[in-house]
């Protein structure tokens, strides 16, 4: 799927990943086309166009999180981390780099299930310190960097995307 996504064009129609119609299980591929058409965008007719249409929105989706937490927080956030297995997908991490500006750095993969199991074996008095555990994590988990390289592409693309997204 990946490779497909890769070989579509960029930047060609956006949805709003937050938006109801995506809400519900089933069939996300004629969702996507229906809510480009509805939206006088181009619609996809493939599976790399729709798969591509998702990343591309997704990633400006982050950018507008962090943008917005930036505003309410009056800081500036300096690198992104992802986890769960979303990020077993390069090509979005690497999109979210490049649509936020920032260094995202993804993993671990199974952030619940060791996040859970930290927290256990904090209450049963194994780990002593939030520091400690955090130290556990980073050892048992590779964590990848991907560093900002098309921004601006990015940039020239997310005005259309907040408009088409309606935010």
């Not at 937050?18 to 939206?39: A, H, N």
């Not at 009056?74 to 780099?97: P, Q």
């Amino acid at each position: 799927m990946e490779k497909q996504a890769i070989a579509a064009p960029a930047f060609s129609c956006f949805i709003n990943p937050d938006d109801d119609l995506f809400t519900p299980p089933g069939d996300m591929p004629s969702r996507v086309t229906q809510y480009c058409k509805s939206t006088n965008q181009h619609v996809p007719n493939s599976m790399g166009e729709i798969l591509r249409c998702i990343y591309e929105s997704l990633a400006f989706k982050y950018k507008y999180a962090i943008s917005s937490l930036e505003n309410l927080t009056d800081k500036k956030f300096g690198c992104l981390h992802m986890v769960g297995g979303g990020i077993k997908d390069e090509f979005l991490c690497r999109m979210t780099a490049d649509a936020c500006e920032i260094p995202v750095f993804s993993g671990p993969v199974e952030a619940t299930a060791t996040g859970n199991a930290i927290l256990q074996l904090m209450a049963f008095g194994d780990i002593k310190t939030l520091s400690e555990a955090r130290n556990i994590i980073k050892s048992g988990t590779v964590i990848k960097e991907y560093t900002p390289n098309n921004s601006d592409e990015w940039d020239k693309n997310y005005n259309r995307f907040l408009e088409v997204a309606k935010l």
